[in-house]
């Protein structure tokens, strides 16, 4: 069965960086797009990013391009998400997805998430 597990979480400072991996398993992994997506307290899931199958197109939205960066290891089934210039509105669970379709944010599998505290 599809798993996603997600690590790396924690708390950081404003400003500081924390790095998400995202391992996968019970999929061909590299012929799927991958998506980002987080959901902070009393607010619903906000897509963060989502990267092509082959790593050849990245996308971001408004509210972290510039401060976080998508990438994947096929050959290693894994997924990231490095976030650099954190802010406390960052604060929140984030999850890595499955793609369906064209859709960067349509998801058929989703991981159990990893929490992210940004607070000084």
């Known amino acids: 069965q599809v798993q996603l597990v997600v690590s790396g979480g924690g708390l950081a400072q404003p400003g500081g960086s924390l790095r998400l991996s995202c391992a996968a398993s019970g999929f061909t992994f590299s012929r799927y797009a991958m998506s980002w997506a987080r959901q902070a307290p009393r607010k619903g899931l906000e897509w963060v990013s989502g990267i092509y199958s082959d790593g050849s197109d990245t996308y971001y939205a408004d509210s972290v391009e510039g401060r976080f960066t998508i990438s994947r290891d096929n050959a290693k089934n894994t997924l990231y998400l490095q976030m650099n210039s954190l802010k406390p509105e960052d604060t929140a669970l984030y999850y890595c997805?499955?793609?369906?379709?064209?859709?960067?944010?349509?998801?058929?599998?989703w991981g159990q998430g990893a929490q992210v505290t940004v607070s000084s």
């Open positions: 997805a499955k793609v369906v379709g064209a859709n960067m944010m349509e998801y058929d599998y």
